[in-house]
C-alpha cells in the first residue's frame, strides 16, 4: 500500500509518473498549436494553407495517438487521490472535467479523421509529409450523397468539439491556479 492509500490526509501531495507528466504536456501543447494552426487554414487555397492543413492533420494524429496512450496509462496507473479539503462538487467538477478531456483528445482528431476521409476532394493524408494516412475505413467508397453526410457529421462535431476544447481549457486552468 503507498503513503497516500495507508495516510488519506496526504492526498494530492503525491507525484504523477514522468510519462504520465511528459504525455500531459506534449498533448497540451499540440493541442494549443492546433488551435494557432487553425486559425491559418481559412482564406484562398494557396500552398501555405494546403502546408498548414496537413501540419494540423498530422498533429491531430499524433494527439490521437498520444491521448489514446495516456488513457491507456491511466487505466493501468490510476491518478493520484484528490485532495481530502476539495469539497464534493470541486470532486465531481474536476472528474466531469478530465473525462470531457479525454472524450475532446480522442473525438476531435475522429471527426477530423472522418471530414477528411469524407470529403468529396480527394487529397490524401500524408503526416509530418512522409507517412500514408488512410482514410476511415468505409467512407472515402460510399456514393458522393453519403459521403457528404459524413463529411457534415464530422465537420459538425468538429466545430462543437472546438467550443468544448475552450471551457475545459478554462476549467482546467483556473482549477490549476486555484491549488497552487
Known amino acids: 500500500m503507498t503513503d497516500i492509500a495507508s495516510d488519506p ?26 488551435i494557432v494552426l487553425s486559425g491559418r487554414m481559412g482564406g484562398p487555397h494557396t500552398p501555405q494553407v494546403f502546408a498548414v492543413t496537413q501540419l494540423h492533420k498530422s498533429i491531430g494524429i ?26 464534493r462538487w470541486e470532486r465531481a467538477l474536476a472528474q466531469a472535467t478530465h473525462v470531457g478531456f479525454y472524450v475532446v483528445m480522442i473525438a476531435m482528431p475522429l471527426t477530423g479523421w472522418l471530414m477528411v476521409s469524407a470529403s468529396r476532394i480527394r487529397i490524401p493524408t500524408l503526416l509530418y509529409g512522409v507517412v500514408p494516412w488512410p ?21 459538425n ?21 486555484k491549488h497552487q
Open 9 to 34: 490526509a496526504r492526498a494530492g501531495s503525491g507525484r504523477y509518473s514522468t510519462l504520465a507528466i511528459v504525455l500531459h504536456w506534449l498533448i497540451a501543447l499540440a493541442i494549443v498549436l492546433q
Open 62 to 87: 499524433t494527439i490521437l495517438l498520444a491521448s489514446l496512450l495516456r488513457l491507456g496509462w491511466r487505466l493501468v496507473n490510476p491518478p493520484l487521490p484528490m485532495p481530502a479539503t476539495l469539497g
Open 135 to 155: 482514410d476511415v475505413p468505409g467512407i472515402a467508397g460510399l456514393a458522393p450523397a453519403s459521403r457528404k453526410v459524413w463529411q457534415a457529421i464530422g465537420e
Open 157 to 177: 462535431g468538429h466545430g462543437l468539439i472546438a467550443k468544448l476544447i475552450y471551457v475545459l481549457l478554462a476549467l482546467h486552468v483556473a482549477g490549476a491556479l
